[in-house]
Nanobody
């Protein structure tokens, strides 16, 4: 059974940083594309950043490009999201997901056949 679990969320002031982590089990990690998604209250879930199974290809939503960095460690079945220069608009529940397919599949969230974590809450506030 494939499972993913997020950690690292919390309360941070605007301009601050957080590092989210996701660990996966029950799968051959290097076979899966991975990604971070977020959902704010009253809004649809959307892709924040995604990475190919080897880490060679990445995707960033325009709203986080230059501020967030996605990475993965296939030796530890781990995915990370370094979030810098956080803004109020980054406040959301952040989800990790794993799927068999292309990195670019993550932009079609509604059609993505993925295993999802329970989420970790990120709140950016004074």
């Amino acid at each position: 059974q494939v499972q993913v679990e997020e950690s690292g969320g919390g309360l941070v002031q605007p301009g601050g940083s957080l590092r989210l982590s996701c660990t996966a089990s029950g799968l051959t990690f290097g076979d899966y594309a991975m990604g971070w998604f977020r959902q704010a209250p009253g809004k649809e879930r959307k892709a924040v950043s995604c990475i190919s199974k080897t880490g060679g290809t990445t995707y960033y939503d325009y709203s986080v490009k230059g501020r967030f960095t996605i990475s993965r460690d296939n030796t530890k079945n781990a995915l990370h999201l370094q979030m810098d220069s956080l803004k109020h608009d980054d406040t959301a529940m952040y989800y990790c997901a794993a799927w068999l397919g292309l990195t670019s599949d993550c932009t079609a969230v509604g059609a993505l056949d993925a295993t999802w974590g329970q989420g970790t809450l990120v709140t950016v506030s004074e």
